[in-house]
């Protein structure tokens, strides 16, 4: 009766806003103090049911064949071996909590050896990678570059902008392709513990980012860009003193 009685006639439009602020804040609370078993019951409908010790191996065998088909030193291989290295680990947990000590023993050392071939081969993929794509794609930078150079000592005034622009972008990626396969160097060596090839990984990315300084320095590029590579070399110093 009161709020009926509550219009905007003789109800001043701050205290109009009061309210409804106060109705939307009695609404959320209501909704807290839903009774729990309402939301646990819909948390359960939900959450599927975890796979028994049959499926499980069975997803194994997939996925421990697909890893011996894959060809060593790929990112298939690598990935298939993470697969099955986690299925294992999760037969061993069954097998533990069944009691079944021996059968568990005996799948954690499964698991942690596709472990060590999933970073065998992970990193396998990633130094081919550093040693040829990113290789090759220097040299496609060198030759794209010396054409845009020829243009540029051609070109009107008008278009010579441009003509620098895309040989930046050339330069730029040159690095970024070196830079992006050394990182996932860096991961993988982290993920598995090799301090001394993690060492050596960051070193690679240090390195990276000094030449990639002096080309900017040298090419006169924006003080943002410059303040930025510097950041990314002091991330690099860093990242060497705490390998």
């Known amino acids: 009766m009161i709020l009926q009685n509550m219009t905007r006639s003789n109800v001043s439009p701050h205290a109009m806003t009061l309210l409804r602020r106060f109705l939307f804040i009695a609404v959320l609370l209501a909704g807290l103090f839903v009774p729990a078993g309402i939301w646990s ?18 997803q194994f065998k997939k996925a421990d064949g697909d890893r011996a088909a894959a060809k060593e030193n790929t990112k298939e291989r690598a990935e298939a071996a993470r697969s099955a290295m986690q299925i294992a680990s999760d037969i061993a947990w069954v097998a533990f909590d069944s009691g079944k ?21 992970a990193r396998g993929y990633w130094e081919e990678y550093y040693r040829t794509t990113a290789t090759e794609l220097d040299g496609k930078v060198d030759e794209q570059n010396k054409k845009l150079h020829m243009q540029l000592a051609a070109a009107e ?35 598995n513990n090799d301090a001394e ?9 240090l390195d990276i980012r000094q030449h990639e300084i002096a080309y900017l320095q040298k090419a006169n590029a924006p003080k943002d860009e410059l303040n930025d590579k510097t950041a ?4 690099a110093l860093e990242a060497v003193a705490s390998a």
């Open 197 to 205: 090839n993690l060492l050596k990984y960051c070193e690679q990315a």
């Open 101 to 121: 000590f021996d059968e568990a023993a005996t799948w954690f050392a499964t698991s942690a050896k596709l472990k060590e071939d999933n970073y065998v081969n």
């Open 232 to 235: 990314q070399l002091a991330t």
């Open 41 to 58: 019951q819909e948390v359960k409908s939900t959450t599927a049911p975890k796979p028994g010790r049959p499926e499980l191996e069975a």
């Open 157 to 191: 005034e008008s278009k010579k902008e441009i003509l620098r622009k895309l040989i930046h972008g050339w330069e730029k990626n040159r690095y970024l392709s070196r830079y992006n396969a050394t990182t996932m160097l860096e991961q993988v060596a982290r993920d």
